[in-house]
């Protein structure tokens, strides 16, 4: 049999399940590296995540805080139970709540601006 890890040869097992790897080393090294891996698929987190971005568009500005977010995300949904991961993602959610609102006050200050410019001169 070929390892899946070193791809170095190794015996069947009598008996037991099918083996993949020749050592626990090398098993522990597939698993730790497959758990640092970005899942493949999105998982519930970042598929919420995609869900709220689409039906409430942070402003353009925030873009580089999506991304953080979107990765946090993607973290947390590879690691469910790491808690101060989830601290971080659930910090990284309410800067973009924030910057979003301060992004719609600076608008509507600037709507009132044009408006206020319509008004007679004084
Ligand atoms: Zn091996």
């Known amino acids: 049999m ?9 015996e069947k097992p009598k008996k037991g399940p099918r083996k993949r ?13 497959g758990d640092r891996a970005a899942p493949t698929e999105p998982g519930r987190n970042r598929l919420a995540l995609e869900e709220t971005l689409r039906v409430q568009p942070p402003p353009a500005s925030t873009a580089a805080h999506i991304e953080a977010a979107r990765s946090l995300a993607d973290a947390v949904d590879g690691d469910p139970k790491n808690s101060p ?6 910090d990284a ?3 973009l709540a924030d910057l979003t609102v301060a992004e719609e006050e600076a608008e509507i200050d600037a709507e009132l601006d044009k408006l206020r410019a319509l008004g007679p001169r004084m």
């Open 2 to 10: 070929i390892c899946e890890e070193c791809g170095g040869q190794f």
């Open 21 to 33: 790897f020749c050592s626990s080393g090398c098993r522990s090294r597939a698993w730790r590296r």
């Open 85 to 90: 991961l989830w601290g971080r993602y659930l």
């Open 93 to 95: 959610l309410e800067r």
